[in-house]
């Protein structure tokens, strides 16, 4: 399937929702296509597609992604800065615009499916079509 055709019969289905943001990994191509299909609205990343491996940044990444403010955020990115330069600098440089409740330019969990074949279906239901897990 195409990240294209699929975007494009999402936008179709639901268009642009204001206070929308569409969640991914951090694949190049649906980065690409969302930048193309949905051009004003945020895209940001799945937390659990940005893993560390190391116990001490996964805990300190997490607070970090859950803190709802931005002095709870600061504070768990320093002890990643002082722990870790690499992981901080890496997270600084995707944006935690990307991948932070804090600095989320929207509501960031207000509404995720938690696959694919969720999101389709959604789609295909709106649209009144016949979902995946029904035609399988």
Request: hydrophobic share 40%; glycine share 4%; aromatic share 12%.
């Amino acid at each position: 399937m195409s990240w294209t055709w699929f975007l494009n019969e999402l936008k179709n289905a639901i268009g642009s929702p204001e206070d929308c943001m569409i969640i991914s990994d951090r694949h190049l191509g649906i980065k690409v296509t969302i930048e193309k299909v949905y051009p004003n609205v945020p895209h940001g990343y799945c937390v659990f597609h940005m893993d560390y491996k190391t116990k001490d940044v996964s805990l300190l990444f997490k607070q970090a992604w859950k803190a709802y403010q931005k002095s709870e955020f600061k504070e768990a990115m320093l002890e990643i800065m002082k722990g870790n330069r690499v992981a901080f600098e890496e997270l600084m440089n995707v944006g935690p615009e990307k991948w932070s409740r804090a600095y989320s330019p929207i509501r960031r969990y207000r509404l995720m499916t938690s696959s694919i074949a969720e999101s389709m279906n959604s789609c295909l239901v709106h649209a009144g079509q016949m979902p995946i897990t029904t035609m399988i």
